[in-house]
């Protein structure tokens, strides 16, 4: 079955760095997303991106974050200038279509900050 | 908005027990439901879905029925294995939209021997 593939599966950074955590969605889906999941808490939406574009954000989406489709198969999450709070576990998503069909969910990258 | 709320855990059952873990939700018009697991170190992964009311989501021995009389769907498992033991999330993403799901706390589930 194809899957939703993530890179690195942990990272480690300096506090103030910059990170890209990355992803390979399916091959044929249209519709990609980012979630995190911070220890011990919910999983929180943070973006959904179609047609090269964001399509929606959350509050947790600031101007620290920002998401990018470089070629036809990556889908990329970059945080830049770290801060503590952001070390969370990271998830990518993606779907075929918008209209009832369930996201697949990569395994995501552990994000830790020092 | 949007919002899910499911039962506290951690649940520990013995093996070949019945589980239950309830979840509720809110949310306008007709949502589509999900129950993802959480295996330890692993990602999420779509256990079961429904899409309307009424429909019955069924995967590897795990049920839930949409009641939209109750706003509920509730994660049901006759016979539980060891194999079991991880998190499970209810979930929804909302008619139409963009499909942003918004997920409930997890509910750990442990079950011994």
């Known amino acids: 079955e194809p899957e939703v593939t993530q890179t690195p599966s942990h990272q480690v950074t300096q506090m103030g760095q910059e990170v890209i955590l990355r992803c390979v969605p399916i091959?044929?889906?249209?519709?990609f997303y980012w979630y995190r999941q911070i220890l011990g808490q919910k999983v929180e939406f943070l973006v959904s991106?179609?047609?090269?574009?964001?399509?929606?954000k959350s509050e947790i989406f600031d101007d620290q974050f920002s998401v990018e489709r470089p070629d036809g198969s990556n889908f990329t999450l970059k945080i830049r200038s770290t801060k503590l709070e952001d070390s969370a576990m990271y998830f990518c998503?993606?779907?075929?279509?918008?209209?009832?069909?369930?996201?697949?969910f990569g395994d995501g990258t552990r994000l830790s900050i020092l | 908005g949007n919002s899910v709320t499911q039962m506290e855990g951690p649940v520990t059952l013995s093996e070949e027990a019945f589980l239950t873990i309830n979840c509720t939700y809110t949310?306008?018009?007709?949502?589509?439901l999900f129950w993802y697991v959480q295996y330890p170190g692993e990602g999420l992964q779509l256990l079961l879905k429904a899409t309307k009311a009424d429909d019955k989501g069924s995967n590897k021995g795990f049920e839930a029925t949409y009641r939209k009389e109750t706003t509920s769907f509730h994660l049901e498992k006759g016979s539980v294995q060891v194999s079991d033991s991880a998190v499970y999330f209810c979930?929804?993403?909302?008619?139409?939209?963009?499909?942003?799901?918004?997920f409930g706390t997890g509910t750990k589930l442990q079950v011994i021997p």
């Open positions: 091959s044929n889906h249209l519709y």
């Open positions: 979930a929804l993403s909302p008619p139409g939209g963009y499909q942003k799901v918004t």
């Open positions: 949310a306008t018009g007709y949502p589509s």
């Open positions: 991106f179609y047609n090269n574009e964001i399509s929606e």
């Open positions: 998503a993606s779907s075929a279509d918008r209209d009832n069909q369930p996201q697949h």
